[in-house]
C-alpha cells in the first residue's frame, strides 16, 4: 500500500537518555521562573502528571538526585534550599544559544571580517603585484618562484621585483556591544511575557560572543527608573520589577561603558516594548507615562545624536506596533543613523543575530 504512516513521536528516538531530556526542560523552566529552582521543580512535577514525562524505572526523585550528582544543583544542608550552580548556568546559555541561533560551531578567534586589505590575520585567496612598502611576510613566495621560472628560466635563475606576488589578507575588526534591556513594568502586562523572550537573546547572544568572537566584548545593561550594569551569570535571575521607562539613563550607561572600550566598532542594542517615560534630574524623577512627554522625548533624541557623532550605532527592537510609537523610534533611529526593527517576540532572536552578524561586513578605516 502506498501512504504514510504516522506514529506517536517518542523523544528518546533522537539518542538523549531519560535525564537529558528532562534536563532540556529544566533548564527552560528555570528561564521562566527567573531561576527559581523550588517552582521550576513544581513546575516540572506538574507536567510529568500530565504527560508521563517519568516511568517506573526514573523518576522525578532520581532526576533531582543526578542533578545534585552531576554539579547541576547545591543544596543548602540546613535548609534543603536548592540554587543553580554555574553549570547550569552556561547550560542555559548553550540551550538558549541553540534555541535562538542554531548549532554554532566554534570558529577562530576575532572572526568579523572586513573588507578592508592589508596586514590582516587571513588569507586572501587573490595576489597583486609586489608594491613598494609590502613587507617579507606577504609574499605568496610559491607564485613568485613560479613566475621567476617561466619569466627566467630555470638555467639562469633568477628572482626579480616583477616576479614578486603579494597576497592579500583581511582583516578582522573586535566590536563592543552593550545590550539594553528594558525591564519595566509593562514587560509583563496584558498577559504576556516579554521579558523571557529578552533573556533568551541576552544569554545566546553571549554565548555565541564567548565561543565564535572571544576578542568581542558584550556589555548588558538593564534599564527602569534607572539603569545599571549585569553580569551574564545574572541573566537567568534577571527579573521585571514596577518600573517606569528611563531609556535616557540606559543609553548614557551605554554610553559611559563604550567610551572604555578600546574596539574600534561599538554598537547598542536596545530591547523595549514601549514609550519612554521617565528621567532622573538631580535626586528626582520625572515621570508621565500618559503619551509621548516632549521632555524625556527630546533628551532621548538629543543622546541618540551623541551616539552618531561617537560612531556609536544604535539598532532598537521594538517589542510594540501602536503607530504613535512607530513614528518616535523612526525619529530617533534616524537622528542617530541607526536601525530598528518592530519585532515580535518569536522573531526577536532572529532579528538580532542577523544584525550582529553583518557586523562582519563593516569596514574599519
Known sequence: MIGHFFSKYDPAENGKSKFEQLLDLFTQLLTYTSGDVAEALDWLNQLDRKFQLTNDEYGIGDFIEDLKQQGYLDENAATGEFKITAKTEQTIRKQSLEEIFGKLKKTKQGNHQTFKPGQGDELNPETRPFQFGDTLEQIDFTNSIRNAQINHGIDSFMMREDDLEIRETDFKT?????????ISHSMILYGEDRITPAKKVAM??????????????????????????????DLPYLQVGPYHTNTVAGLELAMDILRRRRNPNKQIFMITDGKPTCLKIGKKYYKNSFGLDRKVVNRCINLAAQCKKLKIP?????????????????????????????????????????????????TVF
Open 204 to 233: 545566546a547572544l553571549s554565548e555565541l560572543i564567548q565561543t565564535k568572537y572571544p576578542k568581542d566584548t558584550l556589555d548588558i545593561v538593564v534599564f527602569g527608573n534607572d539603569a545599571w550594569p549585569i553580569e551574564v551569570k
Open 314 to 362: 544604535i539598532t532598537t527592537f521594538m517589542i510594540a506596533t501602536d503607530p504613535y510609537l512607530q513614528k518616535f523610534v523612526q525619529e530617533f533611529t534616524e537622528m542617530n543613523n541607526g536601525k530598528a526593527f518592530f519585532a515580535s517576540l518569536d522573531k526577536l532572536g532572529a532579528f538580532i543575530f542577523k544584525d550582529f552578524e553583518s557586523g562582519k561586513r563593516k
Open 174 to 182: 573586535q566590536t563592543s556591544t552593550v545590550l539594553m534591556i528594558d
